[in-house]
């Protein structure tokens, strides 16, 4: 009888399936407003405290910042966008530095609910009670059999419309806020449903299927926002209350939302990623806004930029190559000698320029020298790009463009050509409204940010 009595948990459970409803942060204190929107995770649903357990509340109390919550239980992308174009939050979005949003879990849970109603809707309480262990396998086969390769919930993971629709109207409405995007994760990690014995409805991989279906519409290289990657936070499980004790019946749980170990495990991915985001004021209404701000979202400009980004400034050798180092996750670590004779040791720039005259990016300017602070040629900056391709062994797509030459190909050096033929054919780096490359041109800091966003959307 117990076992029947928590299979009623169970049905009331299963119909939020798909509701997906620590690092030191650093030392800074921020004066910032933070908005959250979106669903039930943001909201802090099933949590025993969640006004002071909710991630948004850890991340305010971290960062001494005020904080606005709208999440609603039960959101849609749909509702959101009602609600963000019905004016509710127009006076929270003005002033935001920062609006955090989790939402496209619940777009998934309507048609469930359709699903389960179909199959269960006339049955009651009581009717359930009365069942015997093989009719409840014979349930749990059905249910199993319907949201297998189910069209509807394919269907229904298809948000990206919808997303950009929301980003838009954000952007719109908190102009001078940097968005951060939660994607969607599986909350039965391990979770099996066992009769006798004997699997019926493997919950992890069923979830799995449509988690990775909704998490194509979310990108990590985006210059709208920066990426929260909750799905590969909550990989390896134990961040939500979820388990099947096929023993105890009584000590199982579907709840699908975060416990409070994986509201903190949101929090401190929020927390590095603010904590390496400046918010500099010469980039609003600049052309390269939205590129610079996704490299200095990915920690390129950790320690290097504050209030300023000076975006139409030339960008140096040794801020290139440090930057370009850290794009591609470049273990400098072990390179604690500079590398050339003008490189000063314990610079910013130091081991990343030794890095790269390691993996032979970068030979300097002759005499033993780098020239670190001199701003970086155009065709300087396409040999490094093409060296790191061919040196690190990158995979080079196979569909290149067949874009017509230069110009004024004839002033690009010998040594540089074959270099500005494969970074043009990649598309990384264009010519200007004449189709000159101007080679020996130095490159501004929002021009080099784009062309590294091009690069990382390649090879990244």
Request: glycine fraction near 6%.
């Amino acid at each position: 009888m117990k076992f029947k009595k928590r299979f009623l948990t169970i049905i009331i459970c299963l119909c939020a399936l798909f509701v997906f409803a620590s690092p030191v942060f650093g030392n800074a204190v921020y004066t910032a407003t933070i908005v959250f929107l979106g669903d039930s995770i943001a909201n802090g649903a099933m949590l025993a405290d969640k006004e002071n357990e909710r991630y948004s509340t850890l991340i305010g109390n971290k960062m001494n910042a005020e904080i606005i919550n709208h999440a609603v239980d039960g959101m849609t992308t749909s509702s959101l966008i009602y609600a963000l174009n019905s004016g509710a939050y127009d006076a929270s979005l003005a002033k935001a530095d920062y609006v955090s949003i989790s939402i496209g879990s619940n777009d998934l849970l309507t048609p469930f609910i359709g699903i389960m109603t179909d199959l269960f809707g006339s049955m009651n309480a009581g009717a359930f009670l009365t069942l015997n262990n093989t009719e409840l396998a014979n349930m749990f086969t059905k249910l199993n059999d319907t949201i297998t390769k189910n069209e509807t919930l394919t269907a229904a993971c298809n948000i990206y419309s919808k997303l950009n629709t929301i980003l838009s109207i954000v952007q719109e409405k908190a102009p001078k806020s940097e968005i951060l995007m939660n994607n969607i994760y599986n909350p039965y990690i391990g979770v099996k449903i066992l009769l006798l014995d004997k699997e019926y409805l493997n919950l992890e991989a069923q979830c799995e299927t449509y988690v990775r279906l909704i998490n194509r519409n979310f990108f990590s290289n985006s210059p709208a926002y920066t990426l929260i990657n909750v799905y590969r936070l909550f990989s390896e499980g134990g961040f939500t209350n979820a388990n099947f004790n096929s023993l105890n019946m009584m000590e199982s749980s579907f709840d699908p939302h975060p416990n409070a170990k994986g509201h903190e495990a949101i929090g401190e991915a929020i927390l590095k990623v603010i904590d390496i985001m400046p918010h500099p004021i010469d980039i609003e209404g600049h052309w390269g806004k939205d590129y610079i701000r996704a490299m200095i979202h990915k920690g390129l400009f950790s320690g290097l930029v504050t209030d300023t980004f000076e975006p139409d400034s030339p960008m140096t050798r040794g801020m290139f190559v440090t930057v370009f180092g850290r794009l591609i996750n470049a273990d400098v670590s072990v390179y604690t000698e500079s590398a050339f004779k003008d490189v000063v040791n314990d610079t910013y720039y130091s081991p990343y320029v030794a890095w790269a005259a390691d993996k032979k990016l970068v030979f300097g300017i002759g005499d033993g020298n780098f020239s670190p602070d001199t701003p970086i040629k155009r065709e300087d900056m396409a040999v490094i790009l093409q060296r790191c391709i061919t040196n690190l062994k990158y995979t080079i797509p196979a569909n290149l463009s067949t874009s017509a030459q230069f110009n004024d190909e004839n002033s690009i050096s010998s040594a540089a050509k074959e270099s500005v033929t494969l970074i043009r054919q990649l598309e990384i780096m264009m010519g200007d409204d004449k189709n000159n490359f101007n080679p020996l041109k130095s490159i501004t800091n929002a021009e080099v940010v784009t062309m590294l966003w091009r690069f990382d959307n390649i090879f990244g």
